[in-house]
């Protein structure tokens, strides 16, 4: 597999799957891994879809522990490259298929209410004036809301997903009231959420969150998650999900 000068190969889970990515260009956060492990998703029937893909590091961890068709969708073609080469690597070119494009203008090729889930993690802040803005302009789309808003996220999730199925978003803690407003305006009802902690003295700096739609009224909130102990290594319940990837 041939590599960009500024591109490098890790290793996602140990040396079972690996990744393609770029310093310069996209790496993939513990948001990604922490909303793999929450995302509910079929097993064996139905289809999954993935928004804001980025290097496809969602679709290749959910692969992982689903057997069915997965989508994934990224607006830029240095990524959706980069995603599509990794797909390759991997050998999962017969069950993730990846589209390069916006998703306020979803590919004819992704179906209106055909997927049992959707998950995405998306660009977490409101966009600033320009000198505000990271100076890479991969790393300001992926990151800032620049091509998309929260609102086009949740919409597109809800025109994917079909009445009965699940949406998975990773986000932060500030945006709660939006998210919780946008989804039930798109007939998302938020049915689970869960507070990331980066320690345990700490205020929390990721939310995860997941709707049914059209479901009844009834938020689950999960115990708190904590990733790093005191002296800085994982917690154990953050090395069990590692474990279970």
Known sequence: MDLYEDERLDYIVENELSIIQSPNVFSFSLDAILLAHFAWVPITRGKTADLCSGNGIIPLLLSRKSKVMIDGLEIQQR???????SVALNDLHDQITLYNGDLKDLPTEMKRESYDAVTCNPPYFKSKRNEQRNLNEHLTIARH????????????CSSLVKQGGKVSLVHRPERLLDIMTMMR??????????????KANKEANVLLIEGIKDGKPDLKVLPPFVVYEDNGTYTSEMKALYNEL
């Open 79 to 85: 990524l959706y490259d980069m995603g599509q080469r």
């Open 145 to 156: 809301e620049v091509l998309c808003t929260l609102d086009d996220v949740i919409q597109a």
């Open 185 to 198: 305006k798109y007939r998302i009802e938020p049915k689970r959420m869960q507070l990331v902690y980066p």
